[in-house]
């Protein structure tokens, strides 16, 4: 007993900066995403937080995002996905052939396509996890294989336009629910044009459902005794977050309200989220990336994991292929041309490790945020190419750089 | 006698924790010196100091090395000072050749062009010092560890060592390969060079150690001269653990119930080499409440044995017969072991047991998440909860069960390992060596973990090459040989003359 209350003791004695020197990773990372976004605020010109730009950075980097999640477990499992890129374009080229050169409806394209998606996948992943092929190898195979298969698709040619339920894929917005006269009395009082109640109404929703399973959480960890941040980094954070989703949803609220890709997202990273952090699956995936033999040992059944890791890679690439085609209105033979090394780059500035069983999906996210910002950011100022990618290649080293560094500070 | 090294009032501090406190050590010219602790007592630590892993500046107190302060700034440092240490886990390179190992950042060159003829024949002489009988281009991959721990000696012979520093260098050999280093430690003696031996074998210490310094919690506790008079172990191990340990073997009442688990006509084939048989003809069984023993020498057959029957973890064509309870039981995967009752506990903890980056508590509840999840979806608060009541049942030494793994001490990862088994709440668990590399406290903990699950009335298989430790704990004793079992001895009747007898025979 005496040993216990000393234990907790300790615990609650760590101080803030120890805390903070333990976690710098995480909140490195968000603070990190805000001064680069408050970099770009001011040597735009205020540019970068307007509306339309804000709806635009989410609309841009939504298919990045999305692969992020899919890349993330294939990564945490201690593999790697070449072909991300190339899947992404080839699905794209398929919904086109199927919806503008045969006609079928989006209803049936889209779960086709998905299934396409995932048996790319489920293929690849059944080379890697059934006969032990390097994954580098599978997939720099595929990624050759599906840049062809695209081409001979579409002929060389750009296919387009789609018909515009499937535009509203990614162009579309979630209509405003609420009273039309709250909507208009609001506008005029934020002096806006037009004001979408309703995108406000769901991020004052989203807010308090934050803040409350903080709190469940922390009142859960206080009850077990688990070591929790300390109080004034939750309350920092959650202000953070909360002060964050309020103010883009205000923001959007003021344009066209919530786009649908975003919401898609927002649903997306939490089921992920919730996948890694607290189902078995998602244990034993991290378990399979930490120590393949420690875990088959343990009864995983490793080579399973491994197949549905790439499976989920490719029915999200596939999503991300039928959103990025959405958005152009047209599948083009050069669609998703190296994309699969930002997908790559966004999840190894969010923390994960090469060799496996380390990552988390909110870093995963977070890192696909801060290159797409600093894509959105670098053009605006009109910064060339050239040195964008100059730039954007720096930031990942320097990212995985800090984490060795830490990691050998701590061990 | 002249003093070769002399460390004084060594402290060297991590964050948090003090590894070292005022530690003096004197080594003296010509003598072989042992340093024994129990695990994490500081003995890695202060090698680490003094062969300038942690470099000058960063600890205080001071090292006088042949009558001169010495600064180390890192290993290459006091390498060139003829200071050597070869550590548990073997450097080398196994695909490459013996000489290629022995010279390895030291090559026979002019202007980067390797001189083969001159260095064969220097890796010659090399390997007969270290009464090696082997090729200078024989890869490492392909000779025993036993073998591979003289060739790491022959390399320090290379470098013109004038203190060898061995860390647990027997720990992972065969008692003839360990007294094949034993005696070749003593003929370097006999040519003035001196080392300093760290090991958990008490009888290989009292053998072959001038004199021995007992290092307990970052401090010295004594040196003890074995010349002037012997030493027991009663003596080292009390110095060691603060304690007297009057029983090496916790006591037991054996209640030996029904067979629980039955191997019958168990054969298993190498998973590369088709024709090789690795186990013929296995019977054995496991009553209720029982330790059994399988002895035998590394290779004999006994980690392959175990895993073939842990869900045909190893080999091909396995065939024979499973009884569990009398009846025929499916261990045809892991998981279908797991479900069945039974448990493993690897004979290498961090390659095959552990995953080393993931915290205590991710580690104990991977073999049974059922048991903390509802639907799929694992209760965080349960699952502490759980790594709690063994970290409390088991002593596991740490500050919190979100420790990573890797952090923990050798003894206190088999704790881990044993409750990750243990939360499986196997019927039949078995054992690789559970106590390789573990200090004698921790030793102690691990046996009475056993004898605990003894009286529970599960069954319990032990592989140990350790013939003391099976003849402490056993009720029943199989011998392996060269993948037959050939002898079944009782808890009377055997001795380690007899089980020996049964290894050496054809």
């Given at each position: 007993m005496t040993e216990e209350t000393s234990q907790s003791k300790v615990v609650a004695q760590k101080s803030v900066g120890e805390y903070f020197a333990a976690h710098l990773r995480e909140y490195g990372l968000l603070l990190a995403l805000i001064a680069i976004m408050a970099f770009f605020q001011i040597t735009t010109g205020g540019v970068m937080l307007k509306s339309l730009n804000i709806t635009n950075l989410f609309l841009q980097n939504s298919y990045i995002i999305i692969m992020a999640l899919g890349m993330l477990v294939v990564i945490v499992a201690g593999h790697i996905d070449l072909s991300v890129g190339s899947v992404m374009g080839f699905v794209g080229a398929l919904a086109a052939i199927l919806m503008v050169n045969h006609d079928w409806p989006m209803w049936a394209v889209i779960p086709v396509c998905l299934m396409v998606g995932t048996a790319i996948g489920a293929a690849q992943g059944y080379w890697v996890a059934y006969w032990s092929i390097p994954p580098f190898i599978v997939t720099l195979a595929g990624m050759l294989v599906f840049r062809g298969l695209s081409l001979w698709l579409l002929e060389g040619q750009s296919v387009g336009p789609f018909p515009k339920e499937f535009q509203l894929l990614s162009t579309g917005f979630i209509p405003d629910f609420m009273p039309q006269g709250v909507s208009t009395t609001l506008a005029d009082l934020f002096g806006a044009r037009r004001f979408n109640t309703g995108a406000l109404s769901i991020g004052v929703i989203a807010s308090g459902f934050i803040v409350y399973f903080g709190m469940k959480k922390r009142a859960r960890n206080k009850a077990y005794g688990i070591e929790d941040e300390p109080r004034a980094f939750f309350i920092g954070r959650n202000i953070i977050v909360i002060g964050g989703v309020l103010f883009i949803c205000f923001k959007l609220s003021t344009f066209r309200g919530l786009p649908n890709v975003l919401v898609t997202m927002a649903v997306l990273t939490i089921i992920y989220a919730f996948l890694t952090q607290s189902t078995v699956i998602g244990r034993r995936m991290y378990a399979v990336g930490g120590n393949e033999k420690a875990a088959k040992l343990s009864g995983i059944k490793t080579k399973r994991m491994t197949f549905l890791a790439f499976a989920n890679m490719g029915m999200l690439a596939a999503l991300a292929g039928l959103i990025f085609a959405a958005r152009l209105n047209t599948a083009t033979p050069k669609a998703g041309f190296a994309v699969e090394l930002d997908v790559i780059a966004a999840v190894f500035i969010g923390g994960a490790s090469m060799s496996g069983g380390v990552g988390k999906v909110i870093g995963a996210v977070v890192g696909a945020f801060i290159m797409g910002v600093m894509n959105n950011g670098m053009s605006i100022m009109g910064i060339g190419i050239d040195y964008q990618q100059v730039i954007k290649g720096l930031v990942l080293l320097a990212a995985v750089i800090f984490d060795v560094y830490n990691k050998n500070k701590q061990g | 006698m002249t003093t070769l090294l002399e460390m004084r009032g060594i402290t060297k501090t991590f964050p948090g924790v003090k590894a070292l406190d005022n530690v003096d050590l004197r080594v003296e010219q010509g003598e072989i010196h042992a340093i024994v602790g129990e695990n994490g007592a500081g003995k890695s630590t202060l090698m680490k100091v003094l062969s300038g892993v942690y470099p000058a500046g960063t600890y205080d107190g001071e090292i006088i090395y042949e009558g001169q302060t010495a600064a180390f700034n890192d290993i290459s440092d006091s390498e060139k000072h003829g200071i050597i240490i070869i550590h548990q886990e073997l450097a080398l390179v196994p695909l490459l050749s013996v000489a290629e190992n022995l010279f390895l950042g030291n090559e026979v060159a002019t202007r980067g062009v390797i001189n083969w003829p001159k260095m064969y024949q220097m890796t010659d002489e090399l390997l007969t010092k270290v009464g090696l009988n082997e090729a200078a281009s024989t890869t490492i991959g392909s000779m025993g560890v036993g073998k591979q721990q003289l060739v790491e000696i022959a390399k320090a012979l290379a470098k013109d060592v004038k203190l060898l520093i061995l860390d647990?260098?027997?720990?992972?050999?065969?008692e003839n390969d360990s007294q094949k280093l034993l005696d070749l430690l003593l003929e370097l003696k006999a040519q003035g060079i001196t080392s300093i031996l760290i090991s958990h074998k008490l009888n290989e210490i009292s053998q072959v150690a001038d004199r021995i310094t007992v290092i307990r919690d970052g401090a010295t506790v004594s040196t003890l001269d074995c010349r002037a008079e012997k030493i027991s172990e009663a003596h080292i191990i009390r110095d060691m653990v603060g304690r007297d340990m009057s029983h090496r073997y916790p006591a037991r009442e054996s209640n030996i119930g029904k067979p629980l688990l039955e191997i019958k006509n168990w054969n298993v084939w190498h998973p590369e080499h088709k024709d090789r048989q690795l186990i013929r003809d296995v019977n054995f069984t496991v009553n209720e409440g029982e330790i059994i023993g399988i002895a035998g020498l590394m290779g004999s057959g006994r980690t392959e044995l175990a895993m073939s029957i842990f869900g045909k973890s190893y080999g091909r064509n396995i065939t024979g017969e499973a009884l569990l309870k009398g009846q025929p039981v499916d261990l045809s995967s892991v998981d279908k072991a797991i479900a069945a009752g039974l448990a493993y506990c690897t004979e290498d903890r961090k390659e095959l047991g552990l995953i080393l980056e993931e915290t205590i508590v991710r580690n104990i509840t991977l073999a049974n998440l059922a048991g903390v999840s509802k639907g799929g979806v694992i209760n965080a608060a349960e699952e502490q909860k759980v790594a709690e009541k063994y970290r409390k049942a088991m002593n596991i030494r740490t500050p919190s069960v979100h420790q990573n793994v890797v952090n923990l001490s050798g003894g206190n990862q088999q704790k881990v390992v044993l409750s990750k088994w243990l939360y499986a709440n196997p019927q039949v668990l078995i054992l690789d060596?559970?106590?390789?590399?573990?200090d004698v406290g921790a030793k102690f903990e691990i046996y009475e973990i056993m004898n605990e699950l003894a009286s529970e009335g599960r069954g319990v298989v032990m592989i140990s090459s350790e013939m003391p430790e099976l003849l402490g704990m056993c009720d029943r004793i199989y011998v392996m040989n060269e993948g037959e079992l050939v002898a079944e001895l009782s808890a009377s009747e055997a001795s380690q003359e007899r089980i020996m007898s049964f290894i050496v025979t054809e």
């Open positions: - | 647990e260098p027997t720990a992972a050999l065969q060596e559970p106590t390789r590399g573990i």
